[in-house]
Nanobody, 121 residues
Framework: QVQLVESGGGVVQPGGSLRLSCAASGRIFSINRMGWYRQAPGKERELVAF???????NYADSVKGRFTISRDNAKNTVYLQVNSLKPEDTAVYYC???????????????WGQGTLVTVSS
């Protein structure tokens, strides 16, 4: 069993900040990539940011300069520092992991349960 446990969501005023965390546990041999997606009401899930084991990062254009993704590889944990929040950032934020369960298996995807971020005055 593999688990992704997210935390850090909440209600914040425009311009505010939050730090989202996602900790992976379970049968994990190696993690290739960890990242965050979000889904706003009535919209499709979209990529926010991801970071590979090698340190490469990718951000959605809408969050560049405001959000920062980081990883603690030793703890299998990924963080998302979200600053200068806007009402349009309101969404459920999902942690995503691309990993291998054993040394001789292919890469798998796993999702967290989501954490709600609400930006409102």
């Amino acid at each position: 069993q593999v688990q992704l446990v997210e935390s850090g969501g909440g209600v914040v005023q425009p311009g505010g900040s939050l730090r989202l965390s996602c900790a992976a546990s379970g049968r994990i041999f190696s993690i290739n990539r960890m990242g965050w997606y979000r889904q706003a009401p009535g919209k499709e899930r979209e990529l926010v940011a991801f970071k590979t084991i090698g340190g490469m990062t990718n951000y959605a254009d809408s969050v560049k300069g405001r959000f920062t993704i980081s990883r603690d590889n030793a703890k299998n944990t990924v963080y998302l520092q979200v600053n200068s929040l806007k009402p349009e950032d309101t969404a459920v934020y999902y942690c995503n992991m691309n990993y291998r369960a054993t040394y001789n298996t292919g890469y798998l995807e796993h999702w967290g349960q989501g954490t709600l971020v609400t930006v409102s005055s």
